[in-house]
């Protein structure tokens, strides 16, 4: 990987640790669903006016429905599973459960898309599920049903990011020359017209909250921020990386987000950091070391055996 590439995934990880400081803003107030419908509703607002003064194109032509698909697989269908998932699941369980991305793509790859899966890179993602939960450490949890379809709802949501990466590739692959901003654009618009009946659910439930949202500055600004900067560059980001690193490399910027989050949560909450915090950074940059390093091997092999 080439130093752009490792500063890439380090924006886009600081950009999505942030959205749990803004979603930790606007949740609580608006309510989950109606945070994240705004969410995608404003990150299609504006790659819709940013993306035409860029000069990118918003008409996908044939590739309208695969990246309409895309975005609910990528975007949709996790952002529900996970709001029904935070009904009954403390925030650090979902945290953890987010960060099974990479071994979910480690197992889809290798089930269904021919990915090459090697002992180092099953051990590499094992640290990093150890670092995340070192960092997100909570408290025991009662075992019941409901505990165990929001575990159900996590894994399926991370299912969906897992396979997501492999799927860009397949459906819209680099040399067919779309441009990864009008993936982005395309996705989102489908996890936006996903979530429209469930925006206009919590809308009637709370008519006042959408007026609320708009008028109280902290709120605003938390929407904002989740719409522009960690959804729409945010997603641009991803699908150059899924095209640039591939999408077994580019799932490792899950291990990323809780240090960030801790980060931001330390910087602009005061929240505490710990020596947990200190030793999980370090077992995540151990597991980034050991899928990143693992990913390139076999190319670089190819070329030893091409030259020989």
Known sequence: MRPSDYARLLLLAALWGASFLFMRIAAPVLGGMLTASMRIALGVASLT???PLLGVSLRLGRHLRATLLLGVIN????????ALAARVLPAGYSAILN??????GVILGAVFFGERVDSRKMLGVAVGLAGVATLT???PIEVSLAAVLGTIACLIATGCYGASGFLVRRWIPPKLGVDARQVAFGSQLGACLLLLPFFAV???QN???LVFAFTEPSLLLSLLALGIACTAIGYILYFN????????RCLTVTFLIPPFGVFWGALFLH?????????GSALIMAALFLVLETAHKPAAEAKRKVAA
């Open 241 to 248: 990386l899924v095209n640039d690193i591939g999408p077994i």
């Open 271 to 279: 929240e505490r950091v710990t020596w947990a915090h200190l030793f």
């Open 207 to 209: 008519p006042r909250s």
């Open 75 to 82: 975007t949709g269908i996790p952002l529900l599973m996970y």
């Open 202 to 204: 919590s809308l009637a």
């Open 99 to 104: 960060a099974t991305t990479p071994l979910m």
């Open 49 to 51: 006016i940013f993306l």
């Open 137 to 139: 450490a909570a408290g």
